[in-house]
T-cell receptor, first 114, second 114 residues
Framework: AQSVTQLGSHVSVSEGALVLLRCNYS??????LFWYVQYPNQGLQLLLK??????LVKGINGFEAEFKKSETSFHLTKPSAHMSDAAEYFC????????????FGTGTSLTVIP | DAGVTQSPTHLIKTRGQQVTLRCSPI?????VSWYQQVLGQGPQFIFQ???????GRGNFPDRFSARQFPNYSSELNVNALLLGDSALYLC?????????????FGPGTRLTVT
C-alpha cells in the first residue's frame, strides 16, 4: 500500500528565504511522486512530478524537488520565497499498482512573512 | 479549452439527505476520479472511472456511489448524509488511467451537512 507523510503541518519563512517542505513516501513498487499547491477556495494545481527519469525535478514558479530512494523522500524546495507562495502544499504518490489514483499527504500550510 | 468543471460550487444539506455532485472532464479525457478533502486534511481517493467502468474504489462506505456517462461526465452520489461528509469534493480528469497520465483537478464542490 502507498502512503505519504508530510512533516510539519505549518511552515513559516521570511520573504526571500529558502522554502523547504518535507515529504516521505511508502510504496512497495517504484513510485511516481507529485507536489500540488492549493490556494484558498481553489482546486489543486500541479507544481511538479517525478516519473522515474531525472531525480532532480524542476517545476513551475521556481520550485524543485529531489527524489532520494535511499531516504524515501521527495522534499520540495525554492531558493527564495515570495509572498505569492503562501498556500497549502500537498505531496502525492501513485505507482504501477494503482495507476494514476493518487494518495495524498495531509498537507503543509506555508506562510511567508514580509 | 475549458478545464474540469464541477457543479454546484457550494451545497448545504441536512443529515440523512442525499446529494448528487457533477463533474465535466476536460474535452477528450476519458477518466474521472473523485476525491474527498476534509478541512485541514489532504484529498482522499474515493472512485476512479474510465470508459464508464469503475477502475478503483477507495475506503469509503457504500453510501458513496458514482457513475460515468457516455460523454465521460460523472456524478458522485452520497446517501444518508452524515455530518462527517462535510468536505470539499474534488473531481480530476485524465486522458487515461495509466501511471504517466497527468490528472487535472476541478475547483471542487463544497458540501456542508448540518
Amino acid at each position: 500500500a502507498q502512503s505519504v507523510t508530510q512533516l510539519g503541518s505549518h511552515v513559516s519563512v521570511s520573504e526571500g528565504a529558502l522554502v523547504l517542505l518535507r515529504c516521505n513516501y511508502s510504496s512497495s513498487v517504484p513510485p511516481y511522486l507529485f507536489w500540488y499547491v492549493q490556494y484558498p477556495n481553489q482546486g489543486l494545481q500541479l507544481l511538479l512530478k517525478y516519473t522515474s527519469a531525472a531525480t532532480l525535478v524542476k517545476g513551475i514558479n521556481g520550485f524543485e524537488a529531489e527524489f532520494k530512494k535511499s531516504e524515501t523522500s521527495f522534499h520540495l524546495t525554492k531558493p527564495s520565497a515570495h509572498m505569492s507562495d503562501a498556500a497549502e502544499y500537498f505531496c502525492a504518490v501513485s505507482d504501477s499498482q494503482t495507476g494514476n489514483q493518487f494518495y495524498f499527504g495531509t498537507g503543509t500550510s506555508l506562510t511567508v512573512i514580509p | 479549452d475549458a478545464g474540469v468543471t464541477q457543479s454546484p460550487t457550494h451545497l448545504i444539506k441536512t443529515r440523512g439527505q442525499q446529494v448528487t455532485l457533477r463533474c465535466s472532464p476536460i474535452s477528450g479525457h476519458k477518466s474521472v476520479s473523485w476525491y474527498q478533502q476534509v478541512l485541514g486534511q489532504g484529498p482522499q481517493f474515493i472512485f476512479q472511472y474510465y470508459e464508464k467502468e469503475e477502475r478503483g474504489r477507495g475506503n469509503f462506505p457504500d453510501r458513496f456511489s458514482a457513475r460515468q456517462f457516455p460523454n465521460y461526465s460523472s456524478e458522485l452520489n452520497v446517501n444518508a448524509l452524515l455530518l462527517g461528509d462535510s468536505a470539499l469534493y474534488l473531481c480530476a480528469s485524465s486522458w487515461d488511467v495509466g501511471l504517466a497520465y497527468e490528472q487535472y483537478f476541478g475547483p471542487g464542490t463544497r458540501l456542508t451537512v448540518t
